[in-house]
Every structure is written in structure tokens, then in C-alpha cells.
């Protein structure tokens, strides 16, 4: 998502950056938070495919994958627009002083 919202005007190569950046960090927390070790929490990037942790369900089919799936594009869609606008503003104050 913030990949393709960096086609807008309006959005920063920060906000898309920290938009990819929170959607890592999404899925990392996902995992650490559902099976509680950090390092299950860097599998989730496989979808829980590969690894030692090994849940009952797995890969595309699994009820989590679906979740995510919902997920993943409103909070990088979300994290990519406020960077994007507080950066924009900030950009405008700093103009309206006199100050760079």
C-alpha cells in the first residue's frame, strides 16, 4: 500500500518508508504477541511455514493469514498518510518562519 500511495503528490518518501517499516513490525508483533517468543515472531514472516514453531494451522489457509490480510493494508495505508501529513506540515511552519 504505501508503495503505491507514493504515486500521490501529497505523500513523503518518509511516510512511505515508515508505512513498509510499521508493516514489518505488524506482522513481527503479530507473531510474538500469538505465540509469545521473538522468534516466532520473525516466522510469521513465512506465514509460520518454515521454522520451529509449529501452530495447527499454517500458510495461506490459516485464520491469521486472514486477519493480516485485512489488516496489513489500513495500518500501513494509515502509518504512510500521517507521516506523509506531519511532514507536509512541518514543511509549511518551517516556510511561514523564515527558517529552513
Known sequence: MPIFM???????????????FSGMLMIMGFGWVEFGTFVAGLEMFTLMAFGNTKPL??????????????????????????????????EKFSVSDGTT
Open 6 to 20: 507514493g504515486l500521490v503528490p501529497m505523500m513523503t518518501q518518509h511516510g512511505a518508508f515508515a508505512g513498509c
Open 57 to 90: 494451522e499454517y500458510g495461506f489457509g490459516a485464520s491469521r493469514t486472514c486477519i493480516i490480510f485485512v489488516l496489513l493494508p489500513i495500518v500501513t495505508g494509515l502509518v504512510t498518510y500521517v507521516i506523509s501529513w506531519m511532514e507536509r506540515v512541518a
